[in-house]
């Protein structure tokens, strides 16, 4: 059987002027999580604003757009908190 050889490198390398932006950053889980969290409550204040301008004659397409949008985040968020506590049981249950 012959020798298989592999060229290049295992790093990813800047393809036809797309550069790469490093992937990580310097801020921790907690403080991303943090930040989304707020992101989403600002979402839901905006939508409770938006149904305030509703009841004294705002845009009614405007109220459900902004509804709809609080509603889609926080399904997300939950989404989000089930698939952290179903990695971390798992993580739980490996045997050391």
Do not use: H, W
Request: proline share 1%; glycine share 6%; with cysteine.
């Amino acid at each position: 059987m012959s020798e298989i050889k592999i060229t290049g490198s295992n790093s990813p390398q800047e393809i036809s002027g797309i550069k790469l932006e490093k992937q990580c950053s310097s801020k921790g889980f907690d403080k991303f999580m943090r930040e989304a969290i707020n992101e989403i409550s600002n979402i839901q204040e905006e939508a409770e604003r938006a149904v305030k301008e509703l009841a004294s004659g705002g845009d009614v397409i405007q109220a459900v757009i902004a509804m709809e949008k609080a509603d889609m985040s926080f399904q997300l968020m939950i989404e989000v908190r089930n698939k952290l506590l179903n990695a971390y049981d798992e993580i739980m249950r490996m045997q050391v």
